[in-house]
Structures are given as C-alpha cells and as structure tokens.
C-alpha cells in the first residue's frame, strides 16, 4: 500500500503542476482576470468530475492497477500535448470569437468552448485515477472504505500541494514553462511505469462487503444535494480568500500560490480526520454548520489579520478553520452515499462529479456574477450563508448556525472591506467597486503642499496617480511618438489609468481615432466621477474597448502609427504578460510601417536583472529603440522600426499645436530630444548576454531580487541620443544641448541619494552646495517650467506653504533652512541668508555651506572667510571643494 500512496503523491503534483502551467498559459489567451482564472480551475474540476464516471466504468476491469498506469500515461501525453499548443492559441480563440459574432456575450462563450476543449482529455485521465485506486484499495480494505478514501484523498490533496511550491518556487523560475510541462510529464510517465509494474506482481484480493443499505441518516438526494454544494463552496471561499489576502500581501504570483498550498493543505488534513471524527459521533452535517460559521469568523477576524506580518500565518488563520472542515466533509459525504448499496468506484465517481460540477459553478458565479454585481465583503458574507444552508439541508438542528450567519451579514456595515483595504482617514472616497479584475477604489488626498491629488488603487495598491510627476511620465508615454511623428493618424492606449496618456493622445490635433482597452469596467466607471476621465469618455475621437491588451493585439484588424502601454508594475501578478519579447512581437504585428512602441519602465520597482531582461525581450523586437526619462526613475521605451530622423522645424510646429503639454513641463521642443538617455548603441551594449523576459520564462512574475536598479548605467551615463535631427537654426542645436545638460543635471539632483554605496563610487558625486548652484541654474534658463518648479519644492506654493508653517514655527529649524534653500534656487540671496541668519548655533554643515556661498556671491569675502574658519571640520569635503571652484571662477 506504500507504494500506491507515493504513486498517488506523485500523481496529485504533476496534476497541480499542470494545472498552475495551463492557467498561465491560458491568462495569455484568455486575458489576466479572476474570470480567466475561474474558467479554467471549472472546468479543471469539471473535467475531473467527468473522469471520475469514466473512472467507475473503468473500475470494472480486472487489472486496476494497470488501467491507473494507462491513465496516467494519458494524462502526460495529452498534458504535455495541451502546453505545447497553448502559446499558439490566442489566434484561434480570436477567430472563434469572430465566427459567433464578436460581440462581448461571443467572447465568453468562445473561451468558455476553448476551455472546455483544450482541458476535456487530461483531466479525464486524471479523474477517472481516483475512482479506479479506490476500486482497487477497497477489494483489500473493503470495511475501511472511509479510512482508504480519506488517505487518498489526503495524499493526492499533498501532492497537489508540493506540485504548488514545487512549480512556483523553483521550477518556472529556473527553467520556464515548456520545461515545467516535460517535468510534470515525466512524473505521470514516472508513476505510469511504476504502476504497470506493480500490476504485473500477484495479489490478493478480499472481497467487497455488502455496505449496509440505508443506515445512513441521510436521504440520497440530500447527500448529493450536499455534494454538489461543497463544490460551490469550495470555488466560492477560494476565490474569495485570493481577492482578500492579495490586498493584505501584494499581488504577485507568490501570494495566488501561497492561498492555494494553504486551502489544499487544510482540505488533506481535514480528510485525514475524517474517518476521526465519524468514529466520535460527530454529526456531518455539524461539521458543514461550522464551516459556516468559521468562514464568517474569518470574515470579522480580517482587521486582525491584516496585521498579521507573515503571510503564511495570515493564509492559515484565514483559511484553516474553513478549509480543514470542508476538507472533513467531502470524504465523510462520500462514505454516507456508500451506506446507500453502491459499490465503491461508483460511489466516488458520483460525489466526484457532483462535486466538480458545484466548482463549476461557484468559480463561475462568483467571478462573473457575485463579485461584480454585490461586491467582494457580500460575496464573502454569502459565502458563509451557503455554508449554513447546507447543513441545514442535512440536519434541521443546525438552524441556529444560519440564523447567526444571517443575522450578522445583515448587520455589517457598508464599507466594511473597504476601510479595511484603505484605511488612511485623510482619504476621500469618491469611488469604490469591485469586478473581476480586482477592487477598484478612487480616492482624493493632500499631498505634502496641501494640494488635493487623487489616486487610483486597485486591490490596495496605488496604480496611478494625478501629482505632476506622474502626470509628466504618462504625457511623455503617447507626447514622445505623436510628436515624433508627422501623421499619428491612430493610436493605441493600453491601459486607461487616469487618462493622462489617454488624453494626451486625444488632445493631439494630429490624431484622427484613439483606441484604448481597458480591463476593468470599475476602471472606467470610477474614472466617469471625474473631468479628466468625462474628458477622455466624451471625446469623439475614442473608441473604448473593454478587455485583456493582448487580446486585442491578437483579434483586432487595426493598425496603428503609436501603441503605448502602461500596465501594472511588472511583479503585480499577471502584468508580466504585458513586458515580454512575445507581447513585443503582438505590438509589432499592429504597427504601420512608420509606426511606434512605447513601453512604461518603472526601474525605481525593479532589479538590474529585470530591468535588463525588459530591455533585452524590447530590443530584440525593437533593435532602433531609444530610452527616455519620462520623470526621475519612470523611464520610457521607445521602440521603432527604422533609426529615427527628425525634422527639428517640424518638432517645433507639432509641440506648438498640441494644447496638452504645458502643464506637465513638455512646452518645449528642445525637451523631446533633451529627455533622451540612450539610443539603439547604447541600450545593445548594455543588455549584451542578458536572456530576454519570454512567455515561457516569466521570470519577473517569480523574482525574488531586491529593487536595486541599475541608477548608474541607466540614469548617469553621458550617452548619445543617436537621433539624427535635421536643423535649419543653428540657435536650435544649443537649445537642445541646454536643455539635455538641464534635463541630466536635475536628474542626478534627484536620483544621487537613491544610490548604494557601491553605485556611488562608480560615479563623481556632488555635495549639497554644487547641487543648490545647479538647480538655481536651471530656474534661470526655465523659471516658468512648472515640473521643475513642483519637482524641486521650490514653486510659489511651497513657498507660501512653508511660510505658513512657520508663522505657527518661527524658530523651528528644519522649516528655516528649507525655507532658505528654496530662496537661494529662485536669486533671493538676500531673503535666502535672511532664513539662515535666524538658524544661529542650530545651522548644520549644508546650512553653513550655503551661507558662505551666498555671502561670495554677494562680495562678502571677510566675513565668509570668518564663517569658513568657524566651521572647521564641519563642512563636508565635497562642498568644501566646490567651495574652492568657487572661489577661483
């Protein structure tokens, strides 16, 4: 029996491993939702649940072991057959999609028919596998037939667990997709060879004792009733848990995973202790009352458990008392039906399929319909209603569990989730919903000027923001190819945010259609609630599409001159689909011949290796690509189809004519030449040995690394732009190389205190004084520029912000001395040394370092000498330097 129980463990993780791989795989075609996600872990169950009939046919044969052999040989052929074919789908889908009309309610029913197609044979063989070992355990162990089915069931539900962790923690990370498919083959082909072996050994077989019809307590249909209903329960708390504790943990492939080893762990416990409690007298249908309840407890225990720091205590304080007492029940069920005169393959096959065809549905239900249409705090509080109801099915003494569940769903307060999810109190709510894609909330604060500034978040986290740094980066990601175009007839946007991009897009004359897909219809409807967003959804010239990006690349017949995306962050789980060379590859085939690529690189959140294998998986496609500083860290990837020429006369005419730029700092067409970090040399030469991020090899979705960018070698290098500009003005050629000197001194104002230690060295550091001198520089050649301005804290605003402040602090010395370096940036030297005059003994180094600089400008010489010899040792070597630079110019 040991032999069949490692068998059976090997077989439960080359299923989950292949489970997890076609999930993957299928968000690439499908789109990256909860409904895509749904789709297929139904019809995953439901193609279990079908084998588990096949199985009891099956169970008849007289070499059972053999029949588990043969099944499992087909579960790695035809596994192994699904991986292959998956990455060359997407097509098929589209042209499926289109021949049952292409409309939304089309779209659905075509993945739903894919699904259904793609995972109908090797989840059979997986299915049919446990009705045949309980076949085969119970002509041994034929009066322990709960004992052997809780085993089994425990055993394949542990396998399963280690196919999670096994697959996401080392397997896709280190040898991607298609490798993890042969692994997961060769595992079934492992115990398809074993068990062919075993088959051939003699055994005895102890016949079947006759189960004793009708001792169970239970009527039949209640029994299948309750069969079917722990399916849906099952999906329903599943999703439900993931959509939660993603919120608390982040959402990133690690934290699907971790939700899911955590209920697949409880539900082989439970089974463990299910032959346990039945010998106890424990009542079946109490167990079901618990869940219930325990579900609900979990649902009030969430304020609590979001501040739980690790997430493998917080998965099992949420998960456990619910997951343990389902995984108690279906084992305990099964036994009830068998008291009714089956035999046992026939028993588990129908249970099986019952339960599979409850999975169906509660995947689907709560994604497509419970979720979306009463949010996720109901959906998780019906939950636990359905669980009381039935028990009550069961047993009517179990009523006071669901008179308590429904009395307390009733009294939660609105909101509840959501002010747990946004807890800050200085927030404004002025949106908040939940769909398929996640939990939606728009919400106004003041930023540290006292500004109000909203934010766009989605399961907690802050996907887009209205602050002038943001809003320049996301202009850039459709002003830099509009404008380097002459004729940017039509344009893609994918990804709505808060309509920066979009808008810029929309505003520009040149422009005649503007596409944009967007995957949540709580995006759009949040977006409704405010100017920008009724701007961009009333302009005529959008055409708003409600789907996966990728999807659209693959079924659209559109072309485009400019397709910008700015997705999610590339760890958010499934956002990687939308960095790879594959994804890359999709744009292209949408381009116009002239056309262009641009891609959001928000290095700040990545490592060097996974900016790298960006920009590696960018220029494979791209080779004439250029990067581009869009603000600070948020770069931008341009990527053509030919080295770029430009006309400068014509730069000019099209940043004249767009009304959309002034207000971000683009104004000028100097900066759209001046901004650029890196050309095709540059980035090739960097990226030279790197492997390029894949479909098959997701690895930002899996990374550990730490952010540590490469600020160095992307942000402080002197690279060329490698544009060839066409001048007509000598006078335009110096604009540019002021405007690039500008644009670079400012960027290593900003960026040199994010580098380590060892980034430091690499480059010649500047010290606080030299880096006030630079940035009043650049007010004297821009004084207007309003991102300079708000980028720096030295616009009006924070002027009078901190004047403010210190009319309530007049000796508080921190506001003194910002107050004082704000002045010397705009030329107030005198109100400048004014400030620092009032610091006294409580001037620190740069204080004092600023005030012997503003008194040299002023001729001051004594007495800045005097200041020099009181400060001593306690100026920093590197304004003392410049110090001396200084002195001499």
């Not at 986290?461 to 943001?470: E, Q, V």
């Not at 730069?651 to 959309?660: E, F, I, T």
Request: hydrophobic share 45%.
């Amino acid at each position: 029996m040991l032999y069949i129980a490692l068998l059976f463990l090997l077989s439960g993780a080359a299923g989950l491993t292949f489970e997890l791989l076609w999930t993957h795989q299928l968000a690439l075609v499908l789109g990256c939702t909860v409904t895509s996600v749904a789709l297929v872990s139904g019809f995953f169950l439901l193609g279990l649940g079908l084998g588990a009939r096949l199985g009891s046919r099956l169970s008849r044969a007289p070499n059972l072991l053999g029949v588990f052999a043969a099944l499992e040989l087909g579960v790695a052929l035809s596994g192994l057959a699904v991986a292959a074919g998956l990455p060359h789908a997407a097509r098929f889908v589209a042209v499926l999609w289109s021949g049952l009309g292409g409309s939304a309610e089309a779209l659905v029913l075509a993945r739903i028919l894919f699904c259904a197609a793609t995972l109908l044979l090797p989840c059979l063989c997986m299915g049919a596998s446990l009705p045949v070992l309980c076949a085969y355990l119970n002509e041994r162990l034929g009066e322990r037939f709960l004992r052997s089915l809780s085993w089994l069931y425990a055993i394949n539900t542990v396998g399963a667990v280690g196919g999670v962790l096994l697959c996401d923690e080392w397997l896709i990370p280190t040898v991607g997709l298609w490798k993890t498919a042969q692994t997961a083959a060769s595992l079934d082909l492992l115990v398809a060879f074993s068990a062919a072996l075993l088959s051939r050994l003699p055994s005895q077989r102890r016949p079947e004792p006759q189960p004793e019809v009708g001792s169970s307590p239970f009527s039949p249909r209640a029994l299948y009733f309750a069969c079917w209903g722990l399916g849906v329960a099952g999906a329903w708390q599943q999703i439900v848990w993931t959509r939660v504790l993603i919120v608390f943990q982040g959402s990133d492939q690690r934290a699907f995973s971790g939700v899911l080893a955590t209920y697949l762990a409880c539900l082989a416990g439970g089974a463990l202790l299910a032959p346990l409690f039945s010998a106890r007298g424990w009542s079946l249908a109490r167990v079901i009352g618990m869940a219930g309840l325990t579900s609900l407890g979990s649902l009030l225990s969430l304020p609590w458990i979001h501040q739980v720091s690790n997430p493998w205590l917080a998965n099992v304080l949420t998960i456990a008392p619910t997951g343990l007492c389902l995984g108690l029940s279906f084992p305990w069920l099964t036994e009830e039906t068998k008291k009714s005169g089956a035999g046992a393959a026939q028993v588990v096959a129908r249970a099986l399929l019952l339960n599979t065809l409850g999975s169906l549905v509660g995947a689907l239900g709560t994604a497509l319909f419970l979720i979306p249409q009463v949010g996720l705090q109901w959906t998780y509080g019906l939950a636990s209603l359905w669980l009381a109801l039935l028990a009550l099915v069961l047993s009517l003494r179990t009523w006071p569990a669901l008179l308590l569940c429904t009395l307390v769903v009733l009294k939660m307060p609105d909101g509840y989730l959501f002010r747990l999810f946004f807890p800050e109190e200085n927030r404004q709510l002025i949106f908040a919903g939940d769909d398929s894609y996640g939990s939606v909330a728009l919400v106004r604060e003041k930023d540290d000027l006292e500004q109000p500034v909203l934010q766009l978040l989605v399961d907690g986290f802050n996907m887009m923001s209205n602050d002038l740094p943001t809003r320049r980066y996301a202009t850039a990601l459709a002003a830099f190819p509009c404008l380097w175009q002459q004729h940017p007839k039509r344009v893609l946007v994918i990804c709505m945010g808060l309509c920066h991009s979009l808008n810029t897009a929309l505003r520009d004359p040149a422009t005649e259609e503007v596409h944009c897909v967007e995957l949540s219809p709580k995006v759009i409807q949040a977006l409704s609630r405010i100017p920008q967003g009724q701007e961009a959804l009333s302009n005529p010239k959008l055409k708003l599409i409600v789907g996966d990006g990728r999807q659209h690349l693959v079924s659209t017949s559109s072309r485009y001159q400019v397709i910008t995306a700015e997705p999610p962050p590339p760890r958010r789980a499934g956002a990687v689909n939308l960095y790879t060379r594959d994804f890359y590859q999709l744009c292209k085939a949408r381009l116009e011949p002239d056309g262009m690529v641009v891609q959001w690189m928000p290095i700040f959140q990545m490592s060097d290796r996974q900016t790298r294998v960006i920009l590696k998986a960018f220029l494979d496609v791209f080779p004439d690509s250029y990067l581009v500083e869009g603000c600070g860290a948020q770069l931008c990837l341009i990527g053509c189809q030919a080295p770029l020429h430009l006309n400068y006369e014509d730069l000019k005419k099209r940043v004249a004519s767009h009304p959309g730029l002034a207000a971000t700092g683009w104004d000028r067409p100097e900066f759209f030449l001046g901004a650029v970090l890196a050309g095709p040399k540059a980035l090739a030469k960097y990226v030279v040995d790197t492997p390029p991020l894949t479909d098959d090899w997701p690895i930002l979705q899996y990374s550990r690394d730490p952010e540590d960018p490469d600020l160095v070698g992307l942000l402080f290098s002197d690279n060329e732009s490698e544009i060839q500009v066409e001048y007509t003005d000598p006078a335009d050629r110096a604009k540019v190389q002021t405007a690039q000197s500008s644009l670079r001194s400012l960027l290593h104002c900003q960026t040199q205190s994010w580098l380590t230690p060892a980034q430091r060295s690499r480059i010649q550091p500047i010290g606080f004084l030299e880096r006030e001198v630079r940035l009043r520089l650049l007010f004297r050649t821009y004084p207007n520029n309003p991102y300079f301005l708000e980028g720096t804290h030295s616009s009006d605003e924070a002027a009078r912000v901190l004047q403010r402040r210190l009319d309530s602090k007049p000796s508080d010395p921190e506001l003194l001395w910002l107050q004082a370096s704000l002045f010397f940036r705009r030329g107030r030297s005198g109100e400048a040394l004014a400030s620092l005059g009032k610091l006294g003994a409580q001037a620190t180094p740069p204080a004092l370092a600023l005030e012997i600089a503003i008194l040299l400008e002023t001729g001051q010489m004594q007495l800045a000498a005097q200041k020099v010899s009181a400060a001593g040792t306690r100026l920093d070597p590197l304004d003392v330097a410049f110090l001396k630079r200084w002195m001499k110019t």
